[in-house]
């Protein structure tokens, strides 16, 4: 491995961090890495009355050695901008594709990269973020909707009394930047 390679590693390493924390709501347990909780067959929620299932509260079962162009479509992305909280944070691009390789369900696959000022060259860090399962009529995007809901919800701390509109600036668009089937959804949650 080149030098440069090894520098764009550990670069994926705080991609990863970043992504896992503040992206998909995973804690960080010394010794066993990120970890959700699973709550069995109870999906994360239910959106256009399909299930979604999300990696914070559902155990993702499924064999998934790397990440395969050929059987993923993007679906959007989204400029982060506290992607990595600190002093100060640092933003970072968020991409999300719906994988279509499993006969039964749709993945929505998600990559993040810090900006290169704030972690320095870095290969970006992917991870599974929610599912669903493929039913009559859907189609890659329809999937892909309703699966970025959901993450989009959880990642925005939609849970309970902890939320509200009024988190989110006036001009979060312009900050956030998203792509057009983003910015539909990221509407219809952030009002």
Known sequence: MSNKDEQRFRGMQ?????????????AMRIGHGFEGW?????????IDNVPVFHIRC???????????RNTMQKFGEFEHPYLMIGMPDSPGVIKLYVDFRFDDI?????????DEWSNGPSFPAWSVATWTPKVKGDSK??????????MLLSM??????????????ATWESEWSPSERCL???RKVRG
């Open 58 to 68: 559902n155990a993702f079962d499924r064999e998934m050695e790397s990440v395969d």
């Open 156 to 169: 925005d701390g939609a849970e309970a009394d902890q939320w509200t509109t009024e988190d989110f600036e």
């Open 38 to 46: 699973d709550q069995g067959e109870l999906p994360y929620r239910v």
């Open 184 to 186: 539909e959804i990221m």
């Open 14 to 26: 705080m991609n990863s961090l970043a992504l896992n924390q503040n992206v998909l709501g995973l």
């Open 141 to 150: 995007m329809k999937a892909g909707a309703r699966m970025f809901h959901a």
């Open 106 to 114: 749709y993945i929505l696959l998600v990559s993040a990269q810090l």
